[in-house]
Structure formats: C-alpha cells, structure tokens
C-alpha cells in the first residue's frame, strides 16, 4: 500500500544552521508529494508540492526534490529562524497518507 | 474567507456519551475527510467523502460514524465515546490528489 516514512525527531537547532528532514514514501503509480507545517495551537498549513519527478518545490526558504529513483522528497532549508519552530509533516496523495511528523525547535 | 470552520474547539465527554463533531467547508471541495492526531503516531485517517452521499473508511474508523448529504458539511459522530478517543480531530477538505485545507482541530478529552 502507498505509505510515507519521515525522520523522527525531535530537532533542535540554533537560528541559521541547516535543516534537513527525510522523508521516503511507497506508492504505486506516480503520486504528488507534499510538505506540511503546523504551528502550535492551529491546523496544518501546505507548505511545498510536487506533482511529479524532478520537480522542486519552494516556499518561505524551504526546498524539496522529488526524487523517483530514491522515492525520497526530503525538505530543507539553508538558514533556520525561530519562526520555524514547528511540526512538519510529509505526505503523499492517493488519500493523503501522512508521515509520523518531524517536531523541530530553533533557538535564538 | 472562512476556509474549513471545525466546532467546537474543546470538548469533554464522559465515557459513553455520543456527539458529533462538525465540520464545513465554503469551498466547493469534492473532498473531505477527517483525521486524528496522538502523539508519536502522526495523523492517521478515520473516515473520508469524495462527494455528497459518498464516504469510505480509512485507517482508524471503529467507534465513528459519517455522513455527507450536502458538499460543504462532513460532520463525525462517536455514538459511545472511550478514553482511546481523547485525541485532537482535524477536518480537511481539498479536491483530489491536490494539496488538502485543514481546519483548526478539535481537541477531545474523555473520562
């Protein structure tokens, strides 16, 4: 069945180090990829797509290549702010199977 | 925009009460579904609607009830709620495979 397996966490890192959250996933045929972050005390909020192999997606500073031949979609980001401090989630269409959820606290 | 609107906010039920969760959305979204969040475990799916008078069951459905008569309400029901049910509820809505709209969540305490 279409799964998705994401880093577990939780990641503490200091303002402007590197962010890397891996992410892999299981799925027949060729799903859309997608990164989401939820703030404390609110609902999950799209962060990046990607509908299909080799594409990147961006936004807010993040990044993340849809990989086929490593059915990977890891997100990064080159220089974290305490505004980043959140749950992150990978997910993959086909009835929106969700990762586990990575918890990550930057500190000033 | 009032996007997917989720009450109540909080709720505290006693072991075997029932209620229902409500759910809307005004934004004309084929599909709907309802999730869960504990701790650890990430979201997990309990029930799903790609359209009025259509749902289906995802992974965690034992214990919830759905309907979808209109498009824009989704509303989930526990008939005889137990403390594995404390838990926080999300509503999201989206059209297939595309990115889904997430309401603020539920957060359901039992005892």
């Known amino acids: 069945g279409n799964s998705v397996t994401q880093m577990e966490g939780p990641v503490t890192l200091s303002e402007e180090a590197f962010l890397t959250i891996n992410c892999t996933y299981t799925a027949t045929g060729y799903p859309s990829l997608f990164w989401y972050v939820q703030y404390p005390g609110e609902g999950l909020q799209l962060l990046l797509k990607a509908t299909k192999a080799d594409d990147k997606g961006s936004n807010k500073g993040f990044e993340a290549t849809y990989r086929k031949e490593t059915t990977s979609f890891h997100l990064e980001k080159g220089s974290v702010q305490v505004s980043d401090s959140a749950v992150y989630f990978c997910a993959l269409s086909h009835k929106l199977s969700f990762g586990a959820g990575t918890t990550v606290t930057v500190r000033a | 925009n009032a996007g997917v609107t989720q009450t109540p906010k909080f709720q505290v039920l006693k072991t075997g009460q029932s209620m229902t969760l409500q759910c809307a959305q005004d934004?004309?979204?084929?599909?709907m579904s309802w999730y869960r969040q504990d701790p650890g475990m990430g979201l997990r799916l309990i029930h799903y609607?790609?359209?009025?008078?259509?749902?289906d069951q995802g992974e965690v459905p034992n214990g919830y009830n759905v309907s979808r008569s209109t498009t824009e309400d989704f509303p989930l029901r526990l008939l005889s709620a137990a403390p594995s049910q404390t838990s926080v509820y999300f509503c999201a809505s989206g059209w297939i495979n595309s990115p889904l709209h997430f309401g603020n969540g539920t957060r359901l305490t039992v005892t």
């Open positions: 609607s790609v359209g009025a008078g259509i749902t």
């Open positions: 934004m004309n979204h084929e599909y």
